[in-house]
């Protein structure tokens, strides 16, 4: 008898989408400083998009279940993730000319191209974990590799799982944020006596078992369809989520003013996300509220779930191609124009930054979109044409 394959949960679609939309708010590079001056706009989009690479390595660990097996984890991260980064690896080989100058056409741009030279620089870009050798608008698949670091507990985790030994993760996890949350400390604030920080393991593994208590409890939740008590958690969720977003905004503002005051160099800061990074276990935090406040909303109707389904598995594709557009459009002029059209207000900034984000990832989606139904309409027609030679 079959299985019926049961529909993904909307709500963790919804939360790749907004990490993936907060992925491309990142990478419009809207930066603090105008000139001396610090733009609170820029902050305030620091911290709304800072939570994006954390939910994305808490979503991986949401479904960790003891009955998984460890190599169809790896074949699937393989086939799902390596496969198709490898794809656009190699056909940035053909396009980083085009994306750059845009007076130079497609045909030049791949002209151009040295694929033999860049196919053995990817290859060891994936050996080394070097992101660098990947070459230039590849930069942000810097997240696959770190992906790759979390695959490698894969067998520990689920290990652990099997034999429900669920204390010694969360003590791993544990030893993680201590050791995380002190080398922040100490990168702020020089601590007067020396603290010894456990050997540990890598934030995104911590992430991902974070992610696999969080998703379990929110399942516990739902099971006991204690309604009430679920709204009660999820409005605690948000209200954390909004206090350690303004924590986050107070924290980067103050370490923006002190480094103005203290002379350092502008563009040096404007590539400082400290607080407001994944790195940071505030943050860290704050991607974990955020994310059981989406996982515990209520219904809605099934056409706008089916919906959000559907974006959800866009969101993979738009991550790997919006790098192209972003940058293209830069050199195109067309991002210079949206800003001088928004203006410089406040107001205006959010409302460029939050518009041409919409644009980008509408722009990828109906692209991806476009390519699944023209690969379902040959496939169509070579069966068919397979079917009529018998």
């Known amino acids: 008898m079959n299985q019926i394959k049961r529909p993904r949960d909307w709500r963790v679609e919804l939360l790749r989408v907004i990490a993936c939309f907060m992925v491309i708010i990142i990478h419009i590079r809207l930066y603090a400083f105008s000139g001396t001056t610090l733009r609170d706009s820029a902050l305030l989009m620091y911290v709304l998009s800072g939570p994006s690479v954390a939910i994305f390595f808490l979503i991986s660990g949401f479904f960790f279940q003891d009955t998984q097996s460890i190599l ?13 980064a490898m794809v656009l690896i190699m056909a940035l080989s053909f396009l980083r000319p085009w994306i750059a100058q845009p007076e130079i056409s497609l045909l030049q741009s791949i002209r151009m191209a040295h694929p033999l ?28 590799l770190s992906y790759g670091t979390m695959m490698l507990w894969v067998p520990v985790i689920i290990a652990l799982l099997r034999a429900h030994e669920e204390r010694i993760l969360l003590l791993l996890m544990c030893f993680a944020f201590l050791h995380f949350a002190l080398d922040n400390l100490n990168g702020l604030y020089p601590l007067p006596i020396a603290l010894y920080r456990p050997e540990c393991i890598g934030k995104p593994t911590m992430y991902a078992i974070a992610g696999c208590f969080l998703y379990r409890h929110v399942a516990s939740r739902r099971a006991t369809l204690d309604r009430s008590a679920e709204a009660r958690e999820r409005h605690v969720c948000l209200l954390l989520a909004l206090l350690l977003s303004i924590a986050l905004f107070v924290l980067q503002k103050h370490l923006y003013v002190k480094g103005l005051q203290m002379g350092q160099d502008i563009a040096a800061l404007n590539a400082s996300y400290y607080y407001t990074s994944w790195n940071g276990m505030l943050c860290g935090l704050q991607a974990i509220a955020l994310s059981a406040f989406i996982l515990m909303l209520p219904e809605i109707p099934a056409r706008a779930a089916q919906t959000i389904r559907t974006l959800g598995s866009l969101t ?17 002029g067309i991002e210079q124009a949206a800003q001088q059209l928004f203006g410089g207000s406040f107001v205006g900034i959010v409302l460029y930054t939050l518009c041409y984000a919409a644009l980008i990832f509408a722009l990828c989606a109906l692209m991806i979109l476009a390519w699944r139904q023209m690969k379902q309409v040959l496939l169509k027609r070579m069966k068919r044409g397979s079917y009529g030679d018998i």
């Open 72 to 84: 169809h984890i790896w074949k699937r991260f393989l086939t799902s993730v390596i496969c198709p």
């Open 117 to 144: 030279q860049d196919f053995l620089s990817m290859l060891k870009g994936f050996l080394c974990l070097d992101v660098v050798s990947f070459g230039s608008y590849a930069e942000h698949l810097w997240y696959i």
């Open 316 to 332: 993979f594709p738009i991550y790997l191609i919006h790098f192209i557009f972003t940058n293209h459009f830069r050199a195109l």
